[in-house]
């Protein structure tokens, strides 16, 4: 059973779009992730949500909008994709207290054209 | 605000031999917690052990374990009896804090392990 699962794994798009990728988690975590890697593999937060509630967003454009329904699931949906938004995406989960190892999706290729 | 630093962009090391893969960090915050995860050429990032600040003993994980020492400010990871498929990416991180007091996890830049045959 996948404990992180991300669609697409795979998404290839022109400048300009507007494109969702989709989180879920079933290990019960109550905070949840949003990473981006850029091409040189550096790892940066994007945004964190914590029992439905943004907690966290570092300085990201506003063209990124992240969306969680549940705790179980968060998703991110980007307008107006542009050249420099391709990177990997990485959602992860982890309890808020106790344990906090954050566990991480497979990742989401976003290639901009 | 917080820092990893992975000084060895890339190493080398036998089948079968010990590496210890470089981990320093700077925090101002008294507690605090460190973790190394491996990314294979598949892509995915997969935990492999942890060490909180006020562990006394260092963290041991099968063939991996932190070399934790507070006062120098490290958590290098040394892997025992390396195999090929330990060839990968090794990212160092902490748990940090945002501006806001939130708690994210801040990343080196990686070390990329390449076991030879």
């Known amino acids: 059973d996948t404990a992180v699962s991300q669609t697409p794994k795979y998404l290839v798009t022109q400048m300009g779009n507007d494109k969702s990728i989709k989180c879920e988690q079933n290990l019960g975590h109550d905070t949840m992730y949003w990473y981006k890697q850029d091409s040189k593999k550096f790892l940066k937060i994007m945004f964190s949500y914590n029992n439905k509630e943004l907690i966290i967003n570092e300085t990201v454009p506003n063209r990124f909008s992240p969306k969680s329904p549940d705790k179980a699931h968060l998703n991110l949906h980007i307008n107006s994709l542009e050249l420099g938004d391709s990177a990997v995406y990485f959602c992860?989960?982890?309890?808020?207290?106790?344990?906090?190892?954050?566990?991480f999706g497979p990742g989401t290729r976003l290639l901009v054209l | 605000a917080q820092k990893i630093t992975q000084t060895q962009p890339g190493m080398f090391v036998q089948e079968k031999e010990a590496v210890t893969l470089d981990c320093t960090y700077d925090t101002s915050d008294p507690s605090y917690g460190l973790f190394w995860y491996k990314q294979p050429s598949s892509g995915e990032m997969i935990f492999l052990i942890y060490?909180?600040?006020?562990?006394?003993q260092n963290a041991t994980e099968g063939r991996y374990s932190l070399n934790f020492q507070k006062a120098r400010k490290s958590a290098n990871l040394v892997i025992s009896a390396s195999q090929l498929g330990d060839s990968a990416m090794y990212f160092c991180a902490m748990r940090g804090r945002t501006q806001g007091g939130s708690e994210k996890l801040v990343f080196g830049k990686g070390t990329k392990l390449t076991v030879n045959p």
């Open positions: 060490q909180g600040s006020y562990d006394q």
């Open positions: 992860a989960s982890s309890h808020w207290t106790g344990p906090e190892t954050q566990y």
